[in-house]
Structure formats: structure tokens, C-alpha cells
């Protein structure tokens, strides 16, 4: 395929909100800690970390605060220019670069774990591309660790395919089909939990209509996580590279 992704969407959606906001933290506080503490990646040695789809820094400066070094990554060149505005403000040391997951500019075997948190849905048929180059900057037995809406659950069904405020690229993942293709680019001791619903803090971006269908949507989600085998709107999980 020669559009895997339509980035100009995704650039122009991060630049606006940013534009807007000028940051862009998408989430309370808890859920934030909830989606660190499931992911499993504060259990890990503290070392160099590449945070890929920064953003303006939400989870790279969460991180630093918690003992990694990172440098962080992201198409956006307002939501780097953010991110380097913010860690400078806070007198935090991190590293932000403007780099594609699909490019990474880095050399091969320099992380010691890779952390991608809602990055891979906006990658509908890239995400075996991104996993190779994640694959190529983690060191041996290197870790990564990820979030993800579940394409299993109606309420993400809907937003990402008749939901508003979000980008042109974006659809659930079927974890199945990810733990398929971690594999096949080269990762091992695949584990995905699920966590529920998200909240994000969208609601204010939206006209009245807007608002109401992602309560409609966030209602959906809440009933049918009530009931027994129905799967959670996002899932966690974290793999590593295998060993050559």
C-alpha cells in the first residue's frame, strides 16, 4: 500500500490541539497512573527509555519522575516544541525529538524499553512497519510495553469508526492479531491484560451533538463491561525482544 497512514491528519489534529491547549494531556490524573501501573513498566530496571508518540510529553515526563531516563518522540513538530517548552518550565531532563514510529532515528540496540501508549491504532496498516523499528532500537531481552483500544468492544467499534475528535487513522486492535504481529517482528513472552475503559478529556473540544454521542458511547462501554466474557474497551500489555 503506498498511504499506510495519512499523517497529515495526525499532524494536523496534534498541531490544533495544541494550538488550543498547549499541552496535550488527554486523560486524569488516575488513569495516567492506572495505564503505568497495569502496563507492568514500573517493575522494570530504571534505564534509557524511548517514549514513541509523545505527544507534548504526558508519559515521558510521568517516567522521568519515576526514575528513567527518556527521550521522547513525535510527528508533531508543535507537540515537541510543546514538550521541550514544558520540560524546560519544570526543569526536567528529557529529551524530545520530531521522529515517524515508522523511521525511528535512532541506532539499533540503544533502549532498554520502548513504551507506546496509544500510538499503534493510529497505525490501521503500519503497525507491523512501527514494531520493526521499535524491535531495532531495544537492546536484546529489551521491553515494550503498550495500550490499545480493543476493536472487540462495541463502544470502541463506534467511536472509531463514527466517533468524533479523533484523527482519520484511527481503529481499535484486535489484541489476537497484535500478539500475531509482535511475533513476527521478532518479540517473545507476549502478555495483554485487559483494563476497561479510558476516560479522556475530550468533551470540551466538541459541539452539543458532539458531547452527547460520546456519552451515549461512554455509556455503551459502562453496560456492557458489566456483563460476563464481554471484553474492555483498551488493553494493556508488554513483550519482549527476542533473542537472537
Given at each position: 500500500?503506498?498511504?499506510?497512514?495519512?499523517?497529515?491528519?495526525?499532524?494536523?489534529?496534534?498541531?490544533?490541539?495544541i494550538k488550543?491547549?498547549?499541552?496535550?494531556?488527554?486523560?486524569?490524573?488516575?488513569?495516567?497512573?492506572?495505564?503505568?501501573?497495569?502496563?507492568?513498566?514500573?517493575?522494570?530496571?530504571?534505564?534509557?527509555?524511548?517514549?514513541?508518540?509523545?505527544?507534548?510529553?504526558?508519559?515521558s515526563f510521568?517516567?522521568?519522575?519515576?526514575?528513567?531516563?527518556?527521550?521522547?518522540?513525535?510527528?508533531?513538530?508543535?507537540?515537541?516544541?510543546?514538550?521541550?517548552?514544558?520540560?524546560?518550565?519544570?526543569?526536567?531532563?528529557?529529551?524530545?525529538?520530531?521522529?515517524?514510529?515508522?523511521?525511528?532515528?535512532?541506532?539499533?540496540?540503544?533502549?532498554?524499553?520502548?513504551?507506546?501508549?496509544?500510538?499503534?491504532?493510529?497505525?490501521?496498516?503500519?503497525?507491523?512497519?512501527?514494531?520493526?523499528?521499535?524491535?531495532?532500537?531495544?537492546?536484546?531481552?529489551?521491553?515494550?510495553?503498550?495500550?490499545?483500544?480493543?476493536?472487540?468492544?462495541?463502544?470502541?467499534?463506534?467511536?472509531?469508526?463514527?466517533?468524533?475528535?479523533?484523527?482519520?487513522?484511527?481503529?481499535?486492535?484486535?489484541?489476537?492479531?497484535?500478539?500475531?504481529?509482535?511475533?513476527?517482528?521478532?518479540?517473545?513472552?507476549?502478555?495483554?491484560?485487559?483494563?476497561?475503559?479510558?476516560?479522556?478529556?475530550?468533551?470540551?473540544?466538541?459541539?452539543?451533538?458532539?458531547?452527547?454521542?460520546?456519552?451515549?458511547?461512554?455509556?455503551?462501554?459502562?453496560?456492557?463491561?458489566?456483563?460476563?466474557?464481554?471484553?474492555g474497551a483498551?488493553?494493556?500489555?508488554?513483550?519482549?525482544?527476542?533473542?537472537?
Amino acid at each position: 500500500m503506498n498511504n499506510l497512514q495519512n499523517k497529515e491528519s495526525e499532524i494536523k489534529y496534534f498541531d490544533e490541539w495544541i494550538k488550543k491547549y498547549g499541552q496535550f494531556e488527554a486523560s486524569p490524573e488516575d488513569e495516567y497512573t492506572k495505564i503505568l501501573a497495569e502496563s507492568g513498566v514500573l517493575k522494570e530496571k530504571r534505564g534509557l527509555l524511548l517514549d514513541v508518540g509523545c505527544g507534548s510529553g504526558a508519559f515521558s515526563f510521568r517516567l522521568e519522575k519515576h526514575g528513567f531516563q527518556v527521550v521522547g518522540c513525535d510527528l508533531s513538530t508543535a507537540c515537541i516544541k510543546a514538550a521541550k517548552m514544558i520540560g524546560k518550565a519544570r526543569r526536567m531532563d528529557v529529551e524530545f525529538i520530531v521522529a515517524d514510529i515508522e523511521k525511528i532515528p535512532c541506532r539499533n540496540n540503544i533502549f532498554s524499553v520502548v513504551m507506546c501508549i496509544f500510538v499503534l491504532h493510529h497505525l490501521p496498516n503500519a503497525i507491523a512497519r512501527a514494531l520493526q523499528q521499535i524491535n531495532w532500537v531495544l537492546v536484546p531481552n529489551g521491553k515494550l510495553f503498550f495500550c490499545e483500544p480493543n476493536a472487540f468492544n462495541l463502544g470502541t467499534f463506534i467511536q472509531y469508526h463514527f466517533g468524533v475528535d479523533r484523527t482519520a487513522n484511527e481503529r481499535g486492535i484486535r489484541g489476537d492479531e497484535l500478539t500475531k504481529l509482535l511475533i513476527a517482528s521478532g518479540f517473545s513472552d507476549v502478555q495483554i491484560k485487559d483494563v476497561g475503559e479510558i476516560k479522556f478529556l475530550h468533551s470540551d473540544r466538541a459541539s452539543n451533538l458532539r458531547k452527547l454521542v460520546r456519552r451515549l458511547v461512554s455509556l455503551i462501554i459502562k453496560l456492557l463491561e458489566k456483563l460476563p466474557y464481554v471484553p474492555g474497551a483498551n488493553f494493556v500489555g508488554n513483550c519482549s525482544k527476542r533473542l537472537v
